[in-house]
């Protein structure tokens, strides 16, 4: 596996770029702020379909369990899909620019250009999803994805064109255009796929999202062959080719991932002002009439879904932290860290949608249990997921870890408390939904409030802890060094005593 | 002025931050992730008013001019006033965090419970505007700055306890304690009078309204004062308590100013794709009834809508293009060309209404035109502006930019295109508007469209018309010089025959 070859990661540091566009000129530019600007597309774009679904009017009266039931058939998993497509979509555009590191005008256009079909993605799979039995959707999606592997095969040409653009590795190798031909191989394959989809998608569709299908899954499955065939043939030998392009199945750049979490986790978090902004500024004369112009009292009605906001925003804050912390302590993200990381941003994403039904149903409502309960199962899973990126990163430690964060390391117990604390906080409130059946929101997002109180506690336990911990085994010790003492100088027989 | 004082700019280097980190431990933390952050959630929050006013409903039968007056009167009003308060509370976060520059937990932790407090700023300011004869909405608005500076003071409270946090220049001063008191001095300014609006807003609202018009304008004022003393009794002596807090006069950061405006181009170019993906989808039962089931045709209808989101995604990537050259070339941000930088991403916030009154009006409407101007004059104030930090950069040219950008330098005809090209075809297409009654939101899509294109011509034109100029130049030396070997050589007879 690429993470276990222990190679140099090719990020270029900042030195090197400063020298080599001294050398080059005005016109060739360092591309940080264009991945910056297009990661933060990027994460807009997946985030943006949970809108429509966090939109769906529920009716109070309207029992959640079937509704929610619905809402999953279709537009949950439109969401979930075009997630994970987006995804894919930001992966290729990551390993792309780890093989072209620098810019020109040329290339920032022709990156913008790619940037603006992707935003299409969504709205051709939203279309693709509401009409399934017409292949006009279909067709659209899969010329979208077909006019981003174009733009990205011109990137990669016009790059190979001016060397001095490329990655210094490629530049001072021999094999130039043996590497051309294996990049342009794996960019091909999307675009190859898409357009076989959208010729299908005509006459026979089930073929269509055969292929589609296909895209996403293909580097799984690549993989997973790989790896059955290595278990069953034994340890294959690498091939030549491997070496070659190895690093193009390098883990994506920790920044990179990092930029694109950075900007999920903030539209999520945004995402809860803009609905407050556009539907809880009350109606002029309905204050007038109703509350005989008492404004103070009219914003009382709109109590929960503040109450709601403050929740849901301390639990994105805090999950972010969490993230963050984590990410501090991280060197290098592999294949496996990513995937979880990708999972985790995805329930995130899903948080708006939690908001939304916990702010809706006010107390004592129908489905105010179901919604604290989908509400704690999103976090749960958001919260479990970074956990695992913790265990995935101690599985490699020496790689993947700083030294004071690995096993032993002392930061370690407060980072396990830290990320274990969501998990169980979600977990026992679930648990308490079914027990007590008075739960009400306002004790939900009370709870969700007072979290980040507990994170400070939890500091100050993990010190005493570590404290009493560090004092039981001096005492230990002192204890063992006085009873050697005691044997040194005392006879057998006055120990026995 | 602060800009002229050529001091160090006080950003530290990555190895600066490396080895204090490796010294400190895991607890402390760069900022720079938690700075990314919070920069993107204050560039959505700022940007987040024009929602309501891009959704207002207008009647393609009302006039527009009536209906663009009432909007002015108050929802443009609230969303350029959100813009700049939202972006007052930006800088003093800059500031602040060029003062602090490691966090921990608990910093971590305080300023996400700020963001908190910050995202809340664009709600109670739309209550404040929707009800101006209520106390209540001042209240809210007043209590809610209170508390940011509230949290502000606790975060440089807790950055002197533990003085490792502090800037470096800070760290190793004698005067810590006067820093200190200069520092709260200027932090508690604004919260001091949101307390006094606050209390005010009870008895006298009038009264708060002038002090909370005092915290946006204040530096304004202080500033110019300043300026009117030294012209009027001539230039004066510097205070020494003005040496020790200078820095915080200091031009911000030029990465947060980056990070800032990324943020603010990305969410306009998203808010667009959202628009689409909620609005553009056609309902199953419209198509089976009205088009017989035929997915495209019933597409067709929306075709403006599509036209309208590619014109406004390119105009929103060219100006992001636009921008990020421009700072590419620049090397230090001061405050005149943050300040305008701040106006052109105002009117960069305005083009969602743009893209909203050009994708309504459909095609010979009555207020068409009306709708291309209005996005004529935002894309020419947005580009124009950003001209104008190019003129503001020129002025102080040895310190604000690099030396292949600067008056003659090789890259400085081509970035005079680059910037005088969108205000040059905004300007066109305004007087076609006037001249020419049938031209159509249609046409104006397409100019958008093409605009990339003029880009690449631009830069052809620009080399052929520097190798004419070269070309000229070389042949007019050569033939004086010529003429001075012929003067050297032949007689003055000769030379006159």
Same mark, same amino acid.
């Given at each position: 596996?690429? /993470?276990?070859?222990?190679? $140099?990661?090719?990020?270029?540091?900042?030195?090197?770029?400063? +020298?080599?566009?001294?050398?080059?000129?005005?016109?060739?530019?360092?591309?940080?702020?264009?991945?910056?600007?297009?990661?933060?597309?990027?994460?807009?774009?997946?985030?943006?379909? =949970?809108?429509?679904?966090?939109?769906?009017?529920?009716?109070?009266?309207?029992?959640?369990?079937?509704?929610?039931?619905?809402?999953?058939?279709?537009?949950? *998993?439109?969401?979930?899909?075009?997630?994970?497509?987006?995804?894919?979509? #930001?992966?290729?555009?990551?390993?792309?620019?780890?093989? $072209? /590191?620098?810019?020109?005008?040329?290339?920032?256009?022709?990156?913008?250009?790619?940037?603006?079909?992707?935003?299409?993605?969504?709205?051709?799979?939203?279309?693709?999803?509401?009409?399934?039995?017409?292949?006009?959707?279909?067709?659209?999606?899969?010329?979208?994805?077909? =006019?981003?592997?174009?733009?990205?095969?011109?990137?990669?040409?016009?790059?190979?064109?001016?060397?001095?653009?490329?990655?210094?590795?490629?530049?001072? !190798?021999?094999?130039?255009?043996?590497?051309?031909?294996?990049?342009?191989?794996? =960019?091909?394959?999307?675009?190859?796929?898409?357009?076989?989809?959208?010729?299908?998608?005509?006459?026979?569709?089930?073929? %269509?999202?055969?292929?589609?299908?296909?895209?996403?899954?293909?580097?799984?499955?690549?993989?997973?062959?790989?790896?059955?065939?290595?278990?069953?043939?034994?340890?294959?030998?690498?091939?030549?080719?491997?070496?070659?392009?190895?690093?193009?199945?390098?883990?994506?750049?920790?920044?990179?991932?990092?930029?694109? %979490?950075?900007?999920?986790?903030?539209? $999520?978090?945004?995402?809860?002002?803009?609905?407050?902004?556009?539907?809880?500024?009350?109606?002029?004369?309905?204050?007038?009439?109703?509350?005989?112009?008492?404004?103070? /009292?009219?914003? +009382?009605?709109?109590?929960?879904?503040?109450?709601?906001?403050?929740?849901?925003?301390?639990?994105?804050?805090?999950?972010?932290?969490?993230?963050?912390?984590?990410?501090?302590?991280?060197?290098?993200?592999?294949?496996?860290?990513?995937?979880?990381?990708?999972?985790?941003?995805?329930?995130?994403?899903?948080?708006?949608?939690?908001?939304?039904?916990?702010?809706?149903?006010?107390?004592?409502?129908?489905? /105010?249990?179901?919604?604290?309960?989908?509400?704690?199962?999103?976090?749960?899973? *958001?919260?479990?997921?970074?956990?695992?990126? #913790?265990?995935?990163?101690?599985?490699?430690?020496?790689?993947?870890?700083?030294?004071?964060?690995?096993?032993?390391?002392?930061?370690?117990?407060? &980072?396990?408390?830290?990320?274990?604390?969501?998990?169980?906080?979600?977990?026992?409130?679930?648990?308490?939904?079914?027990? &007590? %059946?008075?739960?009400?929101?306002?004790?939900?997002?009370?709870?969700?409030?007072?979290?980040?109180?507990?994170?400070?506690?939890?500091?100050?336990?993990?010190?005493?802890?570590? &404290?009493?911990?560090?004092?039981?085994?001096?005492?230990?010790?002192?204890? !063992?060094?006085?009873?050697?003492?005691?044997?040194?100088?005392?006879?057998?027989?006055?120990?026995?005593?």
């Amino acid at each position: 596996m690429a /993470e276990g070859s222990g190679r $140099v990661p090719l990020a270029p540091t900042p030195y090197n770029y400063d +020298r080599r566009l001294g050398e080059l000129g005005g016109g060739t530019q360092a591309s940080q702020r264009l991945l910056a600007y297009s990661d933060a597309l990027f994460s807009i774009i997946a985030t943006v379909m =949970i809108l429509p679904v966090a939109h769906t009017k529920i009716h109070s009266d309207e029992k959640l369990g079937e509704s929610v039931q619905q809402l999953l058939a279709a537009k949950i *998993a439109v969401y979930l899909m075009t997630f994970l497509i987006v995804t894919v979509a #930001w992966a290729a555009h990551v390993r792309l620019f780890q093989v $072209v /590191e620098l810019i020109d005008d040329v290339l920032a256009l022709a990156n913008l250009a790619c940037m603006m079909s992707i935003t299409f993605l969504p709205y051709t799979f939203s279309l693709m999803t509401s009409f399934p039995d017409q292949p006009f959707g279909l067709f659209m999606f899969s010329s979208c994805a077909v =006019i981003i592997g174009v733009i990205q095969v011109m990137i990669v040409l016009y790059g190979f064109r001016h060397s001095y653009l490329l990655n210094h590795q490629i530049q001072e !190798s021999e094999n130039k255009a043996f590497y051309k031909y294996h990049i342009l191989k794996i =960019i091909l394959r999307g675009p190859t796929l898409s357009f076989l989809a959208a010729i299908f998608s005509f006459f026979f569709f089930p073929l %269509s999202y055969m292929f589609l299908g296909l895209i996403v899954f293909f580097p799984l499955l690549s993989h997973l062959t790989k790896w059955f065939r290595s278990r069953i043939l034994g340890q294959e030998e690498e091939l030549p080719v491997d070496y070659f392009t190895s690093y193009l199945k390098e883990p994506l750049s920790k920044e990179r991932v990092e930029t694109f %979490s950075d900007g999920v986790y903030a539209i $999520v978090a945004t995402l809860l002002i803009l609905d407050i902004c556009e539907d809880n500024v009350p109606d002029d004369n309905l204050v007038k009439v109703k509350y005989s112009g008492h404004l103070a /009292e009219a914003l +009382r009605e709109f109590s929960p879904s503040f109450l709601a906001y403050f929740g849901s925003f301390v639990t994105i804050g805090l999950l972010w932290f969490v993230h963050h912390s984590l990410f501090l302590h991280v060197t290098k993200a592999t294949r496996l860290m990513t995937l979880l990381n990708t999972l985790s941003l995805a329930f995130i994403g899903g948080l708006p949608l939690a908001y939304q039904l916990t702010s809706e149903f006010a107390e004592k409502s129908y489905n /105010e249990i179901e919604a604290i309960q989908i509400s704690c199962v999103t976090i749960f899973f *958001a919260s479990i997921f970074q956990f695992s990126i #913790w265990i995935a990163a101690l599985f490699h430690e020496v790689e993947t870890l700083h030294p004071f964060a690995r096993y032993g390391g002392k930061e370690h117990a407060f &980072m396990f408390a830290k990320l274990s604390l969501y998990p169980c906080v979600s977990l026992a409130v679930f648990c308490l939904t079914c027990v &007590m %059946s008075e739960l009400s929101t306002t004790i939900f997002h009370l709870t969700q409030i007072i979290v980040p109180f507990a994170f400070l506690v939890l500091r100050i336990f993990v010190r005493i802890g570590l &404290m009493m911990l560090n004092y039981i085994m001096s005492l230990a010790r002192s204890k !063992s060094s006085v009873l050697e003492e005691e044997e040194a100088c005392l006879s057998p027989a006055d120990v026995l005593s």
